[in-house]
Each structure stands twice: as C-alpha cells, then as structure tokens.
C-alpha cells in the first residue's frame, strides 16, 4: 500500500529554506534526534510486538546517525543548537491521535508514516535546490530523502502488520485531510515543518 500527501509543498517553502540554510540545518538537526526518540518511546510503549520492536530500535539508530551527520555540518558552520522548541506540525497532528488503545497505536503508526512522507517530500525539494546550486550537501540530502520514503514504507507495513486494511485506508483518509489542512496553515520558516 502507498498512498499520496494531498497538500504538494510550495517553491515559497523551498526558498525560505535556501536563504536561510543554517536556520534549516538546526532545524532538521532537532527533527532527527527527535525522530529517534519517538521510535524509541514505541520500543517503551509496546515492548510485546517483535516485529515493532525490532523495526523500532533500528529505526532508533539510523535516525541517530542522521542526527550525528547534520551535527558535523552545523559544527563546520559554528552553529549551535538552540534550546528545543515543539514542533507546531507534529504536535497539531498529534492532537488528533484517539485515545483507545489499538485506536492509539494506529494513529501512531499512521501519523508517523505521513510525517516521514511529508519529509521525504520536503527534503527532495532541498536537494533538487542544493543540485541546481551544486552546493556541497546536496548528496547528502538526497541521500536523506530516499531514507524518509523507506521511513513511510516501514511505518505503512507496520501497520499492515497490525491492523486490518479498511482500518487503514479509512483512518489514513481521515489523517491525510487533517495533515493537508495543518501543513498549508503553517507559516513558512526554515524548518522542515
């Protein structure tokens, strides 16, 4: 199953992120540390589902070296991360997670795969930039943005796994509408969301 974001990102995005690159690389830095902590907290939350688990703790450790590798690039610079902000997406998407157990971890799953669709998308978008800039990074975001679409694929099998199909197609319809709404209300910065 795959399914398409109904809110395409706007060149206005992608230009606020170019001019104003190092607000990007902090930014994006804060969202891999923060994507390897959620996989961990699904490890805590759900240590009986194996398969979870196991995805989970990899998931965990890439994101970790994502976060290690766009560290080097912000120390290059001399920049420093700033204390931690919420992310205004993420936590408008979550507000909408249901509080039922199963319904629970299905949103879970559900949100966190649109998330890393939404990023595979956005750090395309910084790649095809930086490539038309023959800026340094843009390897490396190219490479980032094929490991964002793996992270949708994981997180759509997971669910898979663990729930039927109507269940799915019919909450991620649901989630899809949501998520447009929320990513085109978003002021622009440069942030990933």
Known sequence: MQFKLLYKTTSDWTDTVINHFDLFLVDHAACERKASSMAMSMVAHYPD???????????AVEEMVHFKQVMQHI???NLVLPPDEKDPYVNQLRSHIRKERDAYFLDRLLLASIIEKRGAERFKLVADALTELNHPLKSFYSAIAKSEDRHYTLFLLLAEHYFSQDEITLRLATLLTMEAEIIKALPLRAALH
């Open 49 to 59: 589902r194996h398969k979870l688990v196991s995805a989970m703790v990899d998931l």
């Open 75 to 77: 120390l290059a610079r």
